[in-house]
């Protein structure tokens, strides 16, 4: 069945510094690949997304390109902000539009001054 | 942007009794909502897909008798727990496909932490 890994968490850095999330997924078919973001008290917002082999999805400074030889979908921020700190998900979809999503266990960014 | 509200935000019952927590898509119509369970430190996982007008298809595992699903509504979805036990302590989220042209997404509640003593 789907499934989607992401690495251990939390993480935690300091402002200004680069940061990369991992999240390998094994999938039937050919998934969307998705990065949700889960701010404290708040519902899962989108952050961005890739619906084929090399897309890049970009959003708020952060990006994320689809590889299909390794199964990848790492995010990626050059310079992380304090407003940045939350629960980051990755997730895939194999269905339609309207079809279920399969989350990896999300981790936890925090974002020291 | 679509906003989707549940309520209540937290719930904390006897075991044995019954919990209903509600979805609402607010400002958008939703054919198809989804309900997810977290536990601690782990990923969301699907409970059920709920259709507006039809029974909700539960995913492997998942007690239809005893998480009961009702979507009336174009933009109401309920999830009601029957005769709670503490292991049905989670954090309950729900989310809601809008149906709109070039839309292509899930817009998710802010979940309710349901606490059963």
């Known amino acids: 069945g789907d499934s989607v890994t992401q690495m251990e968490g939390p993480v935690t850095l300091s402002e200004e510094a680069f940061l990369t999330i991992n999240c390998t997924y094994t999938?039937?078919?050919?998934?969307?690949l998705f990065w949700y973001v889960q701010y404290p008290g708040e519902g899962l917002q989108l952050l961005l997304k890739a619906t084929k082999a090399d897309d890049k999805g970009s959003n708020k400074g952060f990006e994320a390109t689809y590889r299909k030889e390794t199964t990848s979908f790492h995010l990626e921020k050059g310079s992380v902000q304090v407003s940045d700190s939350a629960v980051y998900f990755c997730?895939?979809?194999?269905?339609?539009?309207?079809?279920?999503?399969?989350f990896g266990k999300g981790i936890t960014l925090s974002v020291r001054p | 942007g679509a906003v989707v509200s549940q309520h209540p935000s937290r719930v904390i019952c006897k075991s044995g009794t019954s919990v209903k927590i509600e979805c609402r898509s607010l400002d958008f119509q939703a054919t198809t909502m989804f309900w997810y369970r977290q536990f601690p430190k782990q990923s969301l996982m699907l409970m059920a897909t709920s259709n507006e007008g039809s029974k909700a298809t539960y995913e492997q595992g998942v007690e239809k008798d005893k998480f009961l699903i009702n979507h009336a509504s174009l933009t109401l979805s309920t999830l009601t727990v029957t005769s709670a036990h503490p292991e049905d302590s989670s954090f309950y989220i729900c989310s809601a496909f809008r149906d709109s042209l070039g839309t292509d997404t899930q817009y998710f509640g802010p979940g309710t932490r349901l606490t059963v003593l």
């Open positions: 997730a895939l979809r194999t269905g339609g539009a309207n079809s279920k999503l399969t």
């Open positions: 999938a039937t078919g050919y998934p969307s």
